[in-house]
């Protein structure tokens, strides 16, 4: 194992110091001048909203097109359900990795993945027979992105402390978006007066995604991050994979309330496929494609930052009136949007409106209300991703734990959007598919809601922190034992 790994899990920290910053035994001074500055968990998570500005942002540039930017949208939504099926497969274990190798190195790998795809996606400009690679990156793309958003999730979930987590969830995805929004900008510059996307399109996405991959090695080592209340950010270590494996049964043994958020997950991108391809790519040609995706990932930071901070983040109300609060704020937006939506999809079908039929363009007198509903489906998503964020946060503060929860909610995540790609790229009809999406999302905030109810409270408590209480056999401690432990240690 490697100098940075073994480090960045925590090999060689004492165990009266692991002991301590666990259990919220000792405050810890922070760093000042521009070090302190570097070592900001805001600092840090902003750095980490750019690793994700420039990868899974310009993925998701290229997804907003429909079709990848592409005339004829099935390559892409093979590609996407490749991609998903890997995504929903390797989730599962993506935290046991993020816990073994680092969330540096786990970042560093899962960049690699989004430089593979959009790659394809200019070969098969070049050479329009070569949609079976484009399939095949994405299915590289699947694995990579199962490990880079587990990392992400416990990196953002364990840096802020209770009271900021909906803040660091919102600046992450405000900056995220601004990926999208920077991506779906150059596209929309460059393809104004276009049909047809051109290769400078993807090869401006390309050269912003390599740089992403360069990032997360200039990040901070998780171990030296001290939270602004003092407290040091617990890094996991568990030395065989036979406990890393283990803990995915522990974290949903110990919490199985988790389960009610499972639909919740599993929802959580399948509305993607009816936005970008049987709205976006279906009705609109390339510029207004372009504006539309645009204004969608625009949205998204409006979306993200405002139930962040004026919702889960008010200090005034108990946490557990903001979890209702935001419940009931996605319940509005859910039937807002999609009894919208509906009005719209019953105009068209799939064999009324072709690849090569005319579409309509910005100028047209319908677009302003058209675009209007992009608008408000980013902000649906960004909101519907923060609140799942911030449940899952709400549930623990343990970053093994959170790691496991997170792959949980990629895994359900990628498994609907795998099913529902597939169903798009073998033609189900338009409405069937934007019915199945409202049906979905309205039973994910039904079955959340017992969770809300049961589960979260005003304060975690280490009785909650199960992977945090579980040695190297795996035998998890009790919440006694472990606070005696602590206490004789630090007598020591």
């Known amino acids: 194992m490697s100098d940075l790994v073994a480090e960045e899990k925590g090999y060689g920290r004492s165990a009266s110091e692991t002991s301590r910053s666990a259990n919220g035994g000792e405050i810890f001074e922070r760093r000042t001048g521009l070090r302190g500055l570097y070592y900001h968990p805001v600092f840090q998570v902003v750095m980490l909203g750019f690793v994700c500005f420039m990868c899974p942002g310009m993925f998701n540039a290229l997804t907003g097109l429909g079709g990848g930017g592409q005339v004829d949208a099935q390559s892409a939504s093979n590609a996407n359900a490749a991609l998903y099926s890997t995504f929903a497969f390797f989730s599962f274990f993506s935290g046991s990795v993020n816990n073994k190798l680092g969330a540096r190195m786990t970042l560093l790998i899962g960049t690699m993945g989004y430089a593979l795809y959009i790659g394809s996606f200019l070969a098969v400009n070049i050479h329009p ?3 079976a690679f484009v399939v095949t990156a994405g299915a590289i793309l699947g694995i990579c992105a199962s490990l880079l958003w587990t990392a992400q999730g416990s ?4 840096y802020p402390t209770e009271a900021q987590k909906g803040q660091f969830i919102g600046i992450f995805w405000a900056i995220f978006n601004l990926g ?9 510059g460059q393809n104004f007066d276009s049909k047809v996307l051109g290769n400078g399109t993807y090869i401006g996405f390309l050269i912003l995604t390599l740089i992403g991959v360069s990032l997360p090695m200039l990040m901070a080592n998780p171990t030296r991050m001290i939270r602004t209340d003092g407290t040091r950010v617990e890094s996991v270590r568990h030395p065989s994979w036979k406990t890393e494996i283990y803990g995915l049964w522990v974290a949903l043994r110990t919490d199985p309330m988790i389960l009610f958020l499972f639909p919740m997950f599993f929802a959580s991108n399948y509305f993607y496929t009816w936005q970008f391809n049987d709205y976006n790519a279906a009705l609109f040609d390339i510029r207004a494609r372009s504006l539309n995706n645009f204004v969608y990932w625009l949205s998204q930071i409006f979306g993200s930052l405002g139930i962040g901070y004026l919702i889960l ?6 946490r557990r009136f903001r979890a209702f609060a935001g419940w009931l704020v996605l ?16 105009t068209y079908t799939r064999q009324s409106i072709s690849p090569t039929s005319p579409k309509m363009d910005i100028y047209a007198a319908a677009y302003p209300a058209h675009v209007w509903l992009m608008i408000f489906c980013g902000l649906l998503d960004s909101t519907w991703q923060t609140t799942a964020y911030w449940l899952m946060g709400a549930m623990s503060n343990d970053p093994a734990k959170l790691a496991v929860f997170v792959g949980f909610y990629k895994s359900l995540q990628s498994a609907g959007a795998a099913g529902i790609w597939r169903a798009d790229a073998v033609g189900i009809p338009y ?3 934007f019915l199945s999406s409202w049906v979905l999302v309205t039973a994910g905030l039904i079955f959340a809601l017992p969770m809300i109810y049961l589960r979260v409270k005003d304060h975690t408590d280490i009785q909650d922190e199960a992977l945090v209480r579980m040695d190297d056999e795996g035998y998890v401690h009790n919440a006694e034992e472990t606070v005696q432990d602590s206490q004789t240690v630090l007598e020591k």
């Open 129 to 131: 027979g070569a949609g």
């Open 155 to 158: 990196l953002m979930l364990s």
């Open 180 to 188: 999208g929004v920077v991506g779906a900008a150059v596209s929309l």
């Open 313 to 318: 983040d008010q200090d005034r109300f108990k």
């Open 331 to 346: 319940l509005l937006l859910v039937f807002l949007v999609n009894i919208w939506a509906y009005f719209y999809q019953r």
């Open 431 to 433: 409405m069937n598919i």
